[in-house]
């Protein structure tokens, strides 16, 4: 079984703050994938990012940037100098590889609240 | 580019009564699937399909029936409408299998869906 846990419900930020949502991940699989998702409050949800097991550096993209750590099976995002447009939930899921199952496992999302 | 298109946007059903949420991508993809959201538990998939003429069962199918006759579309039929059914419903699709091919999904808009 697999299971994506994001234990931060909300969190509330002020502007120009930077701020770390957590993913941790449980699978048996030594070939998967880890993608992060936004769902701003107009409610459609954007794909940000996709990982597979094998690639463990990190990433960055202008104000966002991943943590992939295998060692401790987490695939954080952190958003530098956070903005008000950044507010909405952001997901991480993840999806079995090669002879896997095709369900993949979303978290329960975490809130972020930016404020002016 | 309309991408997934998802209709209706909103509908209120009684109890009992049946309906099907539509489903539309144009690019060609070959996995559709169908989620539901609720408020704490994250996006949920109901049903899956790898291509056309081919459908299964996700984590939460009951209550709900699919088909792919064509690689386009995806309905998603409602038989029964019970209060537990009132959700939002995403439809996604991705070029393969996100499990195989670590594809992320598009999503359409959502349908917001209550049962009375």
């Known amino acids: 079984a697999q299971k994506v846990t994001q234990a931060q419900t909300e969190i509330s930020v002020v502007e120009k703050e930077d701020v770390t949502l957590d993913c941790v991940y449980e699978?048996?699989?030594?070939?998967?994938?880890l993608f992060w998702y936004k769902q701003p409050p107009s409610g459609e949800l954007v794909f940000l990012i996709r990982?597979?097991?094998?690639?463990?550096q990190n990433e960055i993209s202008g104000r966002y940037s991943w943590n992939f750590q295998k060692s401790t099976s987490s695939f954080n995002f952190t958003i530098t100098a956070s903005q008000v447009v950044d507010s909405a939930v952001y997901f991480c899921a993840l999806t079995q590889g090669q002879g896997g199952s095709y369900i993949p496992t979303f978290g329960r999302g975490t809130s972020l609240i930016v404020h002016p | 580019n309309a991408g997934v298109t998802q209709t209706p946007k909103f509908q209120v059903l009684k109890t009992g009564q049946s309906m099907t949420l539509q489903c539309a991508q144009d690019?060609?993809?070959?996995?559709m699937s169908w989620y539901r959201q609720d408020p704490g538990m994250g996006l949920r998939l109901i049903h899956y399909?790898?291509?056309?003429?081919?459908?299964d069962q996700g984590e939460v199918p009951n209550g709900y029936n699919v088909s792919r006759s064509t690689t386009e579309d995806f309905p998603l039929r409602l038989l029964s409408a019970a209060p537990s059914q009132t959700s939002v419903y995403f439809c996604?699709?991705?070029?393969?299998?996100?499990?195989?091919?670590?594809?992320?999904?598009?999503f359409g808009d959502g349908t917001r869906l209550s049962i009375l």
């Open positions: 990982r597979n097991s094998f690639d463990e």
């Open positions: 996604a699709s991705s070029p393969g299998v996100p499990a195989r091919r670590g594809q992320p999904q598009h």
């Open positions: 690019m060609n993809h070959e996995y």
């Open positions: 399909s790898v291509g056309a003429g081919i459908t």
């Open positions: 699978t048996r699989d030594t070939t998967y994938y």
